[in-house]
């Protein structure tokens, strides 16, 4: 398995976690690639191109205009501040300045989304200028939580849809964004890593900010689906402030347009099919100690996965003690492990680069097992 990342000292890393950005997130097409290297290769005037780009990814996923950023974190903060600064330079310019005389800068947040993804949501919220209101409760929420909430201080309710959030008994986001247009408030999604470019904003949000990076399988990326240019044009305004710490480069982002191009047209194909993995899943299911399952995404997402159930007394080892194995050695296997404190781990078929890492991995759960044993029986 040799690679760039080998040949200079560091550990290679088979990714059946997700697309994670710890794990670098995705692995590009050659199209993309291509696109990344001829646009770095010549100049051109940055305002430009971010106009045309956000013109361009709008076309194509049905929205208003879009706003191209460096990952959907970066979407969430350029999406308050705009909201704070409208179209005003100045304010964009001195945004940390007017904050503490700003009344509204109210961000309205269920309970049960705010959650860590590797950066806590709110610190994104409060980058951009906002100030947290939490509504509802962590094990649920309704609609007139959100409403309850609302006050004349509040810039805009922002729905976090992803599967590091509470999923029971939490409101749809449908119903949140229709409560949003219905108190002329605007809506922020955050659709990171969901697979639908078009859903949030034909429902009516305002802002829909999406990772190139993830289901796109883009560069390091993102992009704020827009409701209108105008809104799209003051997000482009942070980029003379705040946004001047996260800008995009023109490889980057002509490089998101090929990705999307690519994922709108269906030629994005995991070299793992449902086939493979339910031959994986069989496989596994041979393994003493190891019970196998097909589950679907947890967030509702047309995903499907392999849960591994362990049975310790039989396999030879707790789920988590396996996690910290497959970690181990050239190659270190990372699974889906939010479920090891209870006793599974998850395999996510779609970042595998072949069939041949998925077999990989049941090899080392089978050697792990081995070596278990032998030294239980010593």
């Not at 780009?53 to 705009?82: H, N, P, Q, W, Y």
């Not at 409760?137 to 609609?143: D, H, T, V």
């Amino acid at each position: 398995m040799e690679n760039i990342y080998k040949r200079n000292g560091l550990q290679t890393v088979i990714n059946a976690s997700g697309r994670m950005t710890k794990l670098g997130v995705s692995t590009i097409s050659k199209g993309v690639g291509e696109s990344l290297l001829e646009a770095a290769g010549s100049y051109v005037v940055i305002d430009d191109l971010y106009a045309y780009a956000g013109k361009r990814i709008a076309e194509m996923i049905g929205a208003g205009d879009a706003c191209v950023t460096s990952s959907a974190s970066a979407g969430i903060a350029l999406s308050i501040a705009s909201l704070i600064c409208q179209n005003d330079l100045n304010k964009v310019k001195h945004l940390y300045d007017l904050l503490p005389g700003a009344t509204k800068r109210e961000v309205i947040l269920l309970k049960g989304h705010n959650v860590d993804f590797g950066a806590p949501v709110s610190a994104m919220i409060q980058l951009g200028g906002g100030i947290i209101v939490e509504a509802g409760y962590a094990n649920g929420s309704k609609p007139e939580d959100i409403e309850g909430a609302v006050s004349e201080n509040t810039l805009a309710i922002c729905y976090v849809k992803s599967h590091h959030c509470v999923q029971k008994d939490m409101v749809d986001a449908k119903t949140v964004i229709s409560l949003a247009n219905r108190l002329g408030i605007p809506c922020i999604v955050d659709a990171a890593a969901e697979e639908d470019l078009s859903v949030y904003g034909a429902m009516g949000a305002d802002f829909v900010c999406y990772s190139g990076a993830k289901a796109i399988e883009g560069p390091t990326s993102g992009f704020v689906a827009c409701k209108t240019k105008e809104l799209a044009d003051s997000m482009r305004l942070q980029y003379q402030g705040i946004g001047r710490a996260m800008k995009v480069g023109k490889e980057n982002t002509m490089g998101l347009v090929k990705a999307v191009e690519e994922y709108v047209s269906g030629r994005k194909m995991s070299p793992v099919t449902r086939e493979d993995l339910e031959r994986f899943a069989a496989g596994i299911g041979e393994i003493p100690g190891l019970k196998p399952s097909m589950i679907k995404d947890e967030a509702g997402r047309d995903i499907y996965r392999v849960s591994i159930a362990f049975t310790p007394e039989v396999y030879g080892m707790t789920a988590k003690d396996a996690v910290r194995k497959l970690k181990e050695g050239e190659v270190a296997i990372f699974t889906r492990d939010y479920q090891a404190n209870i006793g599974s781990i998850a395999i996510d078929p779609r970042p595998l680069n072949s069939v041949e890492e998925l077999n990989t991995i049941s090899r080392r759960l089978l050697e792990i097992h081995t070596l278990a044993m032998e030294e239980m029986n010593q």
